[in-house]
């Protein structure tokens, strides 16, 4: 048992840090920790804390609570810095892609998000390297993909990035009717774009069951499917990935897997996704943000209500989240494989050994230590290196040189452009958005 | 000084063939070799064998001149196999155009001029091993890319691809008002993608020479211009592509250099070629194909015409292409040094050693030996990487396997595609193309 004091970066995130303190509550072995929330947002800052503290104290734990609105004061002595942070919030995002929109861009185009988040990114890697040079930086923002091969590259090696979305193998299990509590699966790739190269139900390979579903039941489930907008993980998206790849997409990845036809409008979206056109058309992403939203009121309500129980609201029940876990295994030896994201060094054939790729690794006291899953189909492999990784090594390559061409270069090769004008003019429109004076400059405008 | 045998395939392409007898006849340490034309178009074949003859007689050249409609019989002992073959001719390329067109392909897509082509490479090749394993390929039509690489991986190494695009630095010269004579380049990439990183009149660098015309000149040269329609070093679409990527362009690079944006329609290629919208537009093209035929005509008219001079209409000057200096380097030591497509091997950084890249090499008794030209930019690396280099994988990949998805994936990719229908359309269509047949039961259709 060792006391670890975790630092949470964008800590106003109140969900996310909210299930990360049940899940440290829930860990004896990391009794006695500090959790210290940072947030430039004073008002989320003090909402969070304040039910963190409360929910502390209801479930009788050990651990010590801090909040700053001040990164190096969060920053001494962490042994764990967790990055959620996402600069100018989705107001900007939204912004950028009505900008994108008008220009003829549908669902728009995000620089800021990117390249904002991106410096972020190497800030806080940088003052990490300063203020507490051996703690792990547990990246969960996005791009976590560009950004975690971005400061492993330029900064430290000390970076994990963490995502969900390979949990989408237990979504495949429930829908084609098997208990996801007894499946396994393995699902490597890039961030956003990982596939099922295993899949076991009771020990046995179950891909047969998914290729009978989808013999079978596939049109009936996509009829009648009434699910969660931002489900895709058995969309007809996915499965058209599956046969074009022989891999199941996994989580993100029927969403991200840099097939732009089924992006096209609302009503091929419809088509490839569910009803609400999946989880980036205007309607599945107007429910993400209000849930959001009201995610955040709820918070905020309970936060004024001093009566109420947060443990109530948050059930003492282990989130499915990597990051305490991780912890765990680190600083106390509780060795565990998990879902990760580092530098491939080989454990993916065919990908540069500084591309940080996701895959399953072993964390344990010694660190993280990717497992090597070999190669992905070839085809898959090229695909993936010409929809993700050519197009992070050229945004990294923006970033890092202030090439106004390289950003034309990316937006003429996006499949949505139809003139070498149209790119010119949406790149100066979305440079010429206030909050992107900073880019504007880095990009000579 | 050797007696050498070299092997032509595809001989029938009579200027091909002729230009090559004529630099044989102008080196003197290639006395006493001997040429087998080979073809199995058996009129175009007697045409080419008997103005050759002709042309040695006239010239007093010690030459053996062959004819054989049997490849295995031209590759007997040869030391020198060169490949100039195009399996089904300009035909099958234009009625696939056609039917591409018909979905909404502007100037179409080829899979018979690329499978056909592929597999026709590697059938020489093999064939080259059981009959004369010793012998030096050299592939001079297209896809010398692909199939380059394709055949070093597969077959042999003793591959040298061919090409006349780098020339096009000396136009550049012209353009801008220097001596062609006066002036050094290099400029490797890949075949088709080559871009000058060496520019230099009378030994000192040139581009400031390029920029000032670009400055001051270019504008007036694009409103006069009255040059061949297939011209486009220094078109408005090669200044782009130099502004993009900060190296010039060079030969048929900005015809193919992956910006689908120069390519829309014709009126497009008039904005960014010249008033016939370039090689590769209708007009141009037609152009293209009718010299063609000319030639040929003038070839059969000569072959009839028994008095007439051969050598006064094939000059004795050495022409500009690098066969036969290369063929006396290899034969006789006589050192040169050439652009060349063999495989990488480290000559460029950032590309995989196995891949065909275009580079200058040094030619003589020990081979040919590629010359390290480190990085391109990275941004221009990236760019190859993603419009170049994946899509001859995937090409060669589903040559190799017969992946139906891979061709779909290749056409759903390319930037004229609006739909995944419109896809799946076009690719149906074209393989149910009568000489595609093979193509059909290949990608199990």
Known sequence: MTKAKMSIIGAGSAVFSMSLVRDICLKDSLKGSTVCFMDIDKERLDVVHSLAERYAKERNADLKLEKTLERNEALQDADFVINTALIGGHTNVEKERECGEKHGYYRGINFASYFH???????????????CPDAWLIQASNPVFDGCTLMTREIRDKVIGLCHGHYGAYQIARVIGIDPDEVTFQAPGVNHCIWMTDFRYQG?????????WIETKAEDYWKTWDGSPTDAQMSPAAVSLYRMFGLFPIGDTPRFAGAWWHHVDLETKKRWFNKYGGFDSEVGWSYYLEGLAKRIDRMVELSRDSSASISSEFK????????????????????????????????????????????????NGQGVQPIHVGALPKHLTLHILRTHIIPMELGLEAFKTGDRNILLNRILLDHRTRSYEQAQEVMRAILTLPFNEDLRKHFGG
């Open 117 to 131: 988040q991106l410096k972020l990114m190497l800030d806080v890697a940088e003052d990490i390297e300063d203020a």
């Open 204 to 212: 046995k390979d179950a891909y047969p069951l998914i290729d009978e």
């Open 316 to 363: 003492p029940v282990p989130s499915r989240e990597q990051h305490i876990p991780i912890i765990d295994a680190l600083v106390n030896d509780n060795e565990g494989k998990f879902q990760v994201n580092v530098p491939n060094r080989g454990a993916i054939e065919g990908i540069n050994d500084d591309v940080v790729v996701e895959v399953p690794g072993i964390v």
